[in-house]
């Protein structure tokens, strides 16, 4: 049974920075592409970053890229978002999953609040 659970969201003021966590089990973790989403109050859920099974690759949202950085540790069964110059619209729950179709039943989330 394939488990995702976030970790790490919390409080931040403006321009702070926050590690997420998301340990997966129940799967081959370094077979697997990864996605980290959010989703914002009154909008849609949103994909901010992507990384390869290998870490060669990744991508980011336009709203994130510079600010967000997205890594994983196959050793651990662990991928990472790191997040920096946060801003209020980066408040929101944020989600992990695999790249995958059809996609995996969604964790409880980490919520993330950018506010003074």
């Known amino acids: 049974q394939v488990q995702l659970v976030e970790s790490g969201g919390g409080l931040v003021q403006p321009g702070g920075s926050l590690t997420l966590s998301c340990v997966a089990s129940g799967f081959i973790f370094s077979r697997y592409p990864l996605n980290w989403w959010r989703q914002v109050p009154d909008k849609g859920r949103e994909r901010v970053a992507f990384?390869?099974?290998?870490?060669?690759?990744?991508d980011y949202a336009d709203s994130v890229k510079g600010r967000f950085t997205i890594s994983r540790d196959n050793s651990k069964n662990t991928v990472y978002l790191q997040m920096s110059g946060l801003k209020s619209e980066d408040t929101g729950v944020y989600y992990c999953?695999?790249?995958?179709?059809?996609?995996?039943?969604w964790g409880q989330g980490t919520q993330v609040t950018v506010s003074v």
């Open positions: 999953n695999r790249n995958v179709v059809p996609p995996d039943n």
């Open positions: 990384i390869s099974s290998t870490s060669e690759g990744t």
